[in-house]
């Protein structure tokens, strides 16, 4: 009997990027369409789904720390399928299998629309299958999706990587860059608006380099400047750059296209120029400060975000000093920070003077504690001003969304106020990752993203399904 007469249900549990969480909502997409159904929370599913990552520290552990954790359900329940996909899957393939021989299907990250296929095949003939594909199937974007939100939608413009960053294990898991012509990501953008969808995020391992596949070093402005000619489409959001192709015209597209929002989140990894060769990430400090200066001389009121890895082989004190003073003087809205771990298979796993675990984590909790100042003080920049929110979250009488520049705000809720609408909300006190607002909000406009949360919400409790992807949670433990 096939899945879609059996009603299975499945839970995904994405582990990593932007990217991970983009190719999940393909993968329940995927799911979907073979007649699989949402698990509802507490209830034990048919099928669990891991996209894993190869890149964030201690992935790998992360995977078989939940493999554990479901084997005693998978004995008293064979029927139950664990499927697993993503960058650790391309990368260790036969590995897993050897590790947690009950793992039913291991797919990678070329090939996530062929789940389906692969977990019928699996039950058939009673055996574990692996497909990996060396060469993208389809461009991520034209599988069917669920998507996490019904007002904002990533859309992949590019995957792969053309970058060596000697810590970086994603050119060889995802592949050389390919780009997706530009009317076929303004054809998606417009159907997503035409659903309701009024922030859209355009996504890339290096967005800017988009254009390289068909030679155009401008490619990337054009774009954004297409996707501000779209009527309905409120925001638009881009991650993540590279310093190294970042050019003037796309900080010119920024400013002078009203709905590409005031933030750019552009990696940094370290401020300390020697880390940065070693790492071989093809700028330097004053290159990177360079382009901050011209986004904020274009948009005085925009704000940065970055990466940030503690720790790298041969970091000395001084080179994290570097990194700590950078990160006071650029005044980042916030860093993601992450301690250096080795990634096998990445030229810096091999490098020498490796940093005792020990001194990466005093640093590590050093630049957060540093962080969380900056971005204190970044947020007081805003207080007794009103910033526009799309609105996220409602509860009750709170409501949580983000600013045109990134800003995390709580403020109070007005009755009849929907996720996907947009307020303004004056800013009372600041905190380190968010900003509170003072009272109600003012200018509460509904939008077409609200409505299609309304509608979303309507028809997931007229159906019984869930309003996005299921994860993981929904697993009781046994």
């Given amino acids: 009997m096939s899945s879609t007469e059996t009603n299975r249900t499945y839970v995904i549990q994405t582990l990593g990027c932007q990217m991970n969480v983009h190719d999940s909502e393909r993968i329940a997409g995927?799911?979907?369409?073979?007649?699989?159904?949402?698990?509802q929370d507490g209830a034990e599913p048919d099928l669990v789904v891991f996209n894993t990552c190869a890149v964030r520290e201690n992935a790998d552990n992360k995977l078989y720390g939940h493999l554990s954790f479901l084997a005693p359900t998978k004995k008293s329940r064979p029927d139950m399928q664990i499927a697993i996909g993503g960058c650790l899957a391309q990368k260790d393939q036969g590995t897993i299998l050897k590790k947690a021989p009950y793992v039913d299907v291991v797919f990678g990250t070329h090939n996530v629309g062929s789940l389906p296929t692969l977990l019928e095949r699996a039950r058939v003939e009673q055996s574990a299958q692996i497909e990996i594909k060396e060469a993208l199937e389809?461009?991520?974007?034209?599988?069917?999706?669920?998507?996490?939100?019904?007002?904002?939608?990533?859309?992949?413009?590019?995957?792969?990587?053309?970058?060596?960053?000697?810590?970086?294990?994603?050119?060889?898991?995802r592949g050389r860059e390919k780009d997706r012509a530009q009317d076929d990501i303004l054809k998606e953008v417009r159907a997503l608006v035409a659903e309701g969808v009024n922030e859209i995020t355009l996504l890339g391992q290096n967005v800017n380099a988009y254009g390289v596949d068909f030679g155009d070093r401008t490619?990337?402005?054009?774009?954004?400047?297409?996707?501000?000619?779209?009527?309905?489409?409120?925001?638009?959001?881009?991650?993540?750059?590279?310093?190294?192709?970042?050019?003037?015209?796309?900080?010119?597209?920024?400013?002078?296209?009203?709905?590409?929002?005031?933030?750019?989140?552009?990696?940094?990894?370290?401020?300390?120029?020697?880390?940065?060769?070693?790492?071989?990430?093809?700028?330097?400090?004053d290159r990177y400060r360079g382009i901050i200066e011209k986004v904020r001389s274009a948009m005085p009121h925009s704000t940065i975000t970055t990466d940030i890895i503690v720790g790298f082989p041969g970091e000395s004190e001084e080179d994290f000093q570097a990194t700590m003073d950078l990160a006071g003087e650029l005044r980042f809205l916030a860093a993601y920070t992450f301690q250096y771990s080795k990634r096998p298979g990445t030229p810096a796993a091999d490098m020498p003077d490796q940093i005792p675990v020990e001194v990466v984590a005093q640093r590590y909790t050093r630049l957060h504690e540093h962080?969380?100042?900056?971005?204190?003080?970044?947020?007081?920049?805003?207080?007794?001003?009103?910033?526009?929110?799309?609105?996220?979250?409602?509860?009750?009488?709170?409501?949580?969304?983000?600013?045109?520049?990134?800003?995390?705000?709580?403020?109070?809720?007005?009755?009849?106020?929907?996720p996907g609408d947009l307020c303004e909300v004056e800013i009372a006190a600041a905190k380190p990752h968010f900003v509170l607002g003072n009272g109600s909000p003012t200018n509460w406009r509904k939008t077409r993203g609200g409505d299609a949360f309304e509608a979303r919400k309507k028809e997931a409790e007229s159906k019984g399904v869930l309003l996005g992807i299921p994860t993981l949670k929904s697993i009781p433990g046994k």
């Fill in 30 to 39: 995927s799911l979907d369409a073979a007649g699989y159904i949402p698990a």
């Fill in 138 to 173: 389809h461009f991520p974007s034209t599988l069917p999706s669920r998507r996490h939100s019904a007002f904002s939608a990533w859309v992949s413009i590019s995957v792969g990587c053309n970058n060596t960053c000697t810590f970086c294990i994603v050119p060889a898991l």
């Fill in 219 to 285: 490619a990337f402005a054009k774009l954004l400047r297409e996707c501000g000619k779209v009527e309905g489409l409120d925001r638009i959001r881009f991650m993540s750059p590279h310093p190294r192709d970042f050019t003037d015209d796309v900080i010119e597209a920024m400013a002078e296209t009203p709905n590409v929002m005031p933030h750019l989140h552009m990696p940094l990894q370290s401020g300390s120029d020697r880390i940065l060769q070693a790492m071989r990430r093809s700028y330097r400090v």
């Fill in 371 to 418: 962080i969380n100042e900056v971005s204190k003080s970044v947020n007081q920049d805003v207080v007794g001003k009103k910033l526009e929110v799309l609105i996220t979250d409602v509860e009750g009488q709170r409501a949580s969304g983000k600013s045109r520049d990134f800003r995390l705000v709580h403020f109070d809720a007005i009755e009849g106020m929907r």
